[in-house]
């Protein structure tokens, strides 16, 4: 398996330039893709790249629906005020143009002759046009020969030769676009993009592949693509460049940023990336937070081995898979069976998994009921003789229903599988229910419920694990769903009389820990809070 090498081509080491966002410490280009189906709409929307700060567009000319080459091109380039990339993709390619070859290329040639500063031709034709442009190319047109494979992500051999292959063209720029089937694809990319001595665009598409629009600024990519809108993309995956700027501090990273980020599956809701680059932000530490959208927890930290991949905060489904792949787990990590926190040694690459979440939610639970019976903080726990309900029995369930124990509560799992819930009431010493019978389950009144499985979780929040009428005998409800911040089972307790805590509680509350973890720093608790009081 390719582990990957933290060395960094060195035509991008140490190199800083001024920009609208202060220093920058990479000379990655931020591209936006214009796309649009005439003429004046490209020009309007090259102002708003201008605006956003890019620094160059790319003309997708096989998105105009009528095309005058020798009026428009000549229009195009005079009126946008950034550096332009001309772009007319074929059919077979992957875009949308599916006229005359020749006629293709002369437009391209057109482009070149009038100003271009980019053209982008596909591998498949580039020896022959390379040829027919020989001791014509204006000085500043580079030309870029491009590789779009939407199947997959070759091996590293393959896309060496690749590289070759298309050096042999005479390119001045090296393009290859694969696609992503799990994100470890994305570590050849990144390995072929350090050892290449050429200028190179290095793109694995797909949300797997979003690192590698992203990373690029700290492998020394030639240049990534960030679209001027959410959602109208060229191509799968693609950032906006307000996330690329705003979220993930594109400019700031270089090749010593540190990379932490959060691995799960489903991932793309999570707010951690938020939460952790404005924080790194504000402190000034080198670091890049971002989605890694994982299928196989263990080969993923195997491939993803140097130290520059520092460390990782776990989600569903592999705080559990994730203890296993670590050489050391803290004993209440250990304990619940989970780990939601991994960090890496920076001398021995040895991995250190600890357990984040126990505390952030028993925190959260326990202040709201002192809130609701005016119990001071300094009379025990108020979960003390509790029966504290937990549904679900994967790792933050593990997590609160070993926190409640540890606070002398009563615990009992509730949980889809009965087989399961059992299980983990033996580890802990509780009762076990089914899900299915949790509706009928109410022995006394003032219960604790707390829900750790993802019912109700966005995009599905009309459900919820337990009906509204069974509500009324739980004194507080707790849900560790944040996305929305008020999910269905909270409304309905909330209605039916219960107390309730929100998962962003306890997010922000593991979230303080890890930040201490990943940084050596203390956490912004007032930063934290003010950044999530927005969603």
Known sequence: MATLNPLIASSSVGLKMETGGGMRKNPTLICAPIMADSIDKMVIQMAKAKASTADLVEIRLDSLKSFNPSEDLKLLIQQCPLPTLFTYRPVWEGGQYDGDEKERLDVLRLAMELGADYIDVELKVADDFIKSINGKKP???KVIVSSHNYQNTPSVLELGNLVARIQSTGADIVKIATTALEITDVARIFQIMVHTQVPIIGIVMGERGLISRILCGKFGGYLTFGTL????V????????????NLY??????????????????????????LYNQAFKSAGFNGVYVHLLVDDVAKFLQTY??????????????KEAAVKCCDEVDPIAKSIGAVNCIIRSQN?????????????????????LRARYDINSSAGSPLAGKLFVVIGAGGA???????????????????????????????????????????HFHPEEGMILANTTSIGMQPNI??????????????????????????????EAEESGATIVSGLEMFIGQAYEQYERFTGLPAPKEQFRKTMSKY
């Not at 809108?229 to 109208?232: D, T």
């Not at 021995?348 to 709201?368: C, H, Q, R």
């Not at 076990?432 to 019978?437: E, F, K, Q």
């Not at 337990?466 to 909270?490: E, H, Q």
């Open 139 to 141: 000085e500043k047109t």
């Open 229 to 232: 809108e959410a959602g109208v």
């Open 234 to 245: 060229s191509a799968p995956g693609q950032p906006t460049i307000e996330d690329l700027l």
């Open 249 to 274: 501090n594109f400019r700031q990273l270089g090749p010593d940023t540190k990379v932490y980020g959060i691995i799960g599956k489903p991932v793309g809701h999570s707010k951690s990336p938020i």
């Open 305 to 318: 081995s140097s130290t520059d991949f520092a460390g990782f905060s776990c989600t569903i489904p592999h």
């Open 348 to 368: 021995d690459g040895k991995l250190f998994g600890y357990n984040t979440d126990y505390v952030g939610a028993i925190s959260a639970i326990e202040d709201g």
């Open 397 to 439: 369930g593990k997590a609160l229903a070993y926190g409640a124990k540890q606070k002398g509560a009563r615990v009992v799992i509730a949980n889809r599988t009965y087989e399961r819930a059992r299980e983990l009431a033996d580890i802990i010493g509780g009762d076990a229910l089914s899900l299915a019978d949790l509706a």
């Open 462 to 491: 009309d459900e919820t694990p337990v009906p509204k009428d069974a509500l009324k005998y739980y004194s507080l409800v707790f849900d560790a769903i944040y996305t929305p911040k008020i999910t269905r089972l909270l409304r």
